[in-house]
T-cell receptor, first 111, second 114 residues
Framework: RKEVEQDPGPFNVPEGATVAFNCTYS??????FFWYRQDCRKEPKLLMS???SGNEDGRFTAQLNRASQYISLLIRDSKLSDSATYLC????????????FGAGTRLAVHP | DGGITQSPKYLFRKEGQNVTLSCEQN?????MYWYRQDPGQGLRLIYY???????QKGDIAEGYSVSREKKESFPLTVTSAQKNPTAFYLC?????????????FGPGTRLTVL
């Protein structure tokens, strides 16, 4: 089983739609969680950290469920510019800042 | 202008050659990392360094070597022993121990073996 698993997609949605991605992780002792965004042939960029209480940044909401070992990302009012691959990232406990990356979920927003 | 630079952007290597990828940062961050990304796969950690003159193997270190002689620089050498080196190589930094583990990436180097 992979340490971090994501549905590869693609998720094809119209502009204005709400879309949600889930990600599961296998190590229950994982301590930090992130969503990164990666555009085609570019480097990953930090989208948001995921806190135990959940957090929101504009149209983006991230949630953490430690009991079920998954994190989620909700995007409301999708824009064409949201088209990208979204990477779920986890830091294992005591991992010395080591990040474990999921393979990513591709989102395509169309007019 | 603060940031992470990687060079070259594209690199072509012949079989049997060693090549060195550059990573420089002026963010004054302690920790630096090298990852490779293959199509359809997550990033995989090659090497990381928490402080100058110290580095640790990641999950896929075989066929690679690094050095950390200066805080600003963490070059990666892809040796001829690396069986399948064609990939997208990404350098990352973070603030080190005590930070929230967020890492920030350079623009990457695409290596192709001819």
């Amino acid at each position: 089983r992979k340490e971090v698993e994501q549905d590869p997609g693609p998720f094809n949605v119209p502009e204005g739609a709400t879309v949600a991605f889930n990600c599961t992780y296998s190590n229950s002792a994982s301590q930090s969680f992130f969503w990164y965004r990666q555009d085609c042939r570019k480097e990953p960029k930090l989208l948001m950290s995921v806190y135990s209480s959940g957090n929101e940044d504009g149209r983006f909401t991230a949630q953490l469920n430690r009991a079920s070992q998954y994190i989620s990302l909700l995007i409301r009012d999708s824009k064409l510019s949201d088209s990208a691959t979204y990477l779920c990232v986890v830091t294992p406990f005591g991992g010395y800042n080591k990040l474990i990356f999921g393979a990513g979920t591709r989102l395509a927003v169309h007019p | 202008d603060g940031g992470i630079t990687q060079s070259p952007k594209y690199l072509f290597r012949k079989e049997g050659q060693n090549v060195t990828l550059s990573c420089e940062q002026n963010l004054n961050h302690d920790a630096m990392y090298w990852y490779r990304q293959d199509p359809g796969q997550g990033l995989r950690l090659i090497y990381y360094s928490q402080i100058v003159n110290d580095f640790q193997k990641g999950d896929i270190a075989e066929g690679y070597s690094v050095s950390r002689e200066k805080k600003e620089s963490f070059p990666l050498t892809v040796t001829s022993a690396q069986k399948n080196p064609t990939a997208f190589y990404l350098c990352a930094v973070n603030q080190g121990a005590g930070s929230y583990n967020e890492q920030f990436f350079g623009p990457g180097t695409r290596l192709t073996v001819l």
